[in-house]
């Protein structure tokens, strides 16, 4: 299988109008910097939409693209045109992506994510010249995948349905804040290349969304979120060899949700939110409830807390 096989329409189509900027350049290769104006270009995937929100308009992104790489002296026919050592990396990249999230196939998400964590390149310096910073694009892209709709129900091994006790515990029961943090979750686990995502990568992805709330709550309770995530990776090193195919979901993620559920309708609410997540992490007994305890955070001082906040 090649590396493009994997890609779907919107990833093929950002690869095309790479390469019709790249000859609007006068340019012989195709290079970040062309991937990236490929993916505004595009104008409708995840890739374009978190640029959009972003700021990055096509029109600065040329002026900026050119002052830096400036055109090329003659004409270049597409037969003539190869692909960038870097644009080949932000590929591999973007597929390794994909793995981590556990995706069947490429999209203009990955992409993105594989331009962002390659960090080198005259993309990286042009979205920075734009006030746009890497962590910032990373963010935003993991964000507005937590925001989409969940698979049908028979997508039972990709991110959007956990299993739990022989029951599906739909995603769409989570709020924007607690369906982001899942989703980061499986970055968590992918970028630890572990090949299932547990209880302890979604307490990873709660305090790395740094959210209002959950910063509140972790204050109330004078708790360090770096120390307690660097207490949680202790316990949850990265695994050496190669990566795993694809990740699953483990059966402690399945309960966890679950059980959040279970705390949501004990307080009244339709929906599952962050406090919900981490007060059915406490209630656990895995590592990431070991780390929270450690911390000196229990479910009891969790339902306190909440019950403060929430007056």
Known sequence: MGPFDRFNDRAKRVLALAQDEAIRLHHDYIGPEHLLLGLVREGEGVAARVLDSLGVELSKLRTAAEFLIGRGDT??????????????KIVELAIDEARKLGHSHVGTEHLLLGLAREGESIASGVLESLGVSLEKVRHQVIATLG????????????????????????????DGHASRAFARAYWEAGRLNHDEVGTAHLLLALIAEDSILIRRMLTQLNVDPDG????VLAALPARDGPNAPVLSESTGLGETIARAWSFAMDRQSGRIREEHLLLAIAADVGPAAKALAASGVTAQRLREVIDRMNG
């Open 75 to 88: 004409t270049t026919s597409p037969s003539e045109i190869t692909l960038h050592p870097r644009t080949k």
């Open 147 to 174: 925001q989409q709709q969940p698979p049908p129900a028979s997508a039972m091994t990709v991110p959007g349905w956990v299993a739990s006790m022989g029951r599906v515990v739909p995603v769409d029961r989570l």
């Open 228 to 231: 307690l995530a660097k207490s």
